[in-house]
């Protein structure tokens, strides 16, 4: 059985990652979902939020299953005993950064292989930042999350009545 790690923060999920997720699933036996709890850069939902909307993206997925985790992706690689790492590849500046992970993640678990998918063309915008800033201001994401996603982040934002809270460098600039 041919396992596969596909890791991300997921905030929010959008449809070029189910997108890529359903394709690895078409390769491999299981492609498991990993939900980064802590990575360094500004979340708009917690990790047990991400991990919920992940999982309800996939109910009907029976090749695929979410799980959170924290470290080193490799580590949660070896502990779920996943062969391979899949990652998604939309514009050219992401082959360099995924280029780069792909040399580290290599090194440090040489029985592991990175299999990166090229997104679909109608996915090449779609980014969780993009997801969130026009969520934020109030724009129309339908078509760029399934509609639970689309739902928690209008609750979300809602939420959010200081406009500090808001993206620095927003859509609205």
């Known amino acids: 059985m041919v396992r596969a790690l596909f890791p991300g923060t997921f ?8 997108d890529i997720a359903e394709r690895a699933a078409r390769l491999f036996d299981e492609v498991v979902i990993a939900v ?5 850069k500004s979340l708009l939902f917690s990790p047990e939020k991400r991990i919920e909307l992940a999982r309800q993206s996939f109910k009907d997925h029976p090749k695929i299953r979410v799980i959170g985790y ?14 391979v790492i ?3 590849l939309r514009v050219f500046s992401d ?12 090194r440090l678990a ?16 779609l980014s969780s930042t993009t997801v969130r800033e026009i969520a934020m201001l109030d724009g129309d994401v339908s078509s760029m999350v399934p509609p639970h996603v689309e739902a ?6 809602s939420e959010m009545s200081d406009d500090s809270q808001r993206p620095a460098n927003a859509l609205r600039d």
């Open 86 to 88: 899949v990652r998604g």
């Open 110 to 125: 040489k029985d592991v292989e990175i299999v990166a998918f090229i997104t679909n063309e109608e996915h090449t915008f």
């Open 95 to 106: 082959f360099e950064f995924e280029f780069r992970m792909a040399l580290a993640n290599h």
């Open 152 to 157: 928690a982040l209008k609750h979300t934002v």
């Open 11 to 18: 905030d929010p999920i959008h449809y070029g990652h189910i």
């Open 70 to 83: 924290s470290g080193l992706t490799v580590n949660k690689a070896h502990d779920i005993d996943a062969q």
């Open 36 to 40: 980064y709890d802590k990575p360094l």
